[in-house]
Nanobody
């Protein structure tokens, strides 16, 4: 079983920045694929960014690739999402997710992920 705990959400003005963190349990973090998803009110949960922890290979949704950066620290079992130039449409609950299998690519569908965190709220005011 893998437990994921997100932190770093909050309220920020448009154009500002936030950094989300997700700490994972387990001794094989470096073999995981970690992803960030978000869900706005009344909308489906959507893929934001992901990283293959063993390789550092990343993937981004088109809507965020110019402003967001995903990274990981394998020694700390932690994945980060640096969000710059935030817009009101980035508002939502951000979820960390893990694929606890040795994949070499980042999947973008919710069904591909085995474990989920509880989510952290990000609100961007205009």
């Amino acid at each position: 079983q893998v437990q994921l705990v997100e932190s770093g959400g909050g309220l920020v003005q448009a154009g500002g920045s936030l950094r989300l963190s997700c700490a994972a349990s387990g001794r094989t973090f470096s073999s995981y694929v970690m992803g960030w998803f978000r869900q706005a009110p009344g909308k489906e949960r959507e893929f934001v960014a992901g990283i293959v922890c063993r390789l550092g290979r990343t993937r981004y949704a088109d809507s965020v690739k110019d402003g967001f950066t995903i990274s990981r620290d394998n020694a700390k079992n932690t994945v980060y999402l640096q969000m710059n130039s935030l817009k009101p449409e980035d508002t939502g609950v951000y979820y960390c997710a893990a694929v606890a299998r040795g994949l070499g690519l980042v999947p973008i569908t919710r069904q591909s992920y085995d474990y989920w965190g509880q989510g952290t709220q990000v609100t961007v005011s205009s």
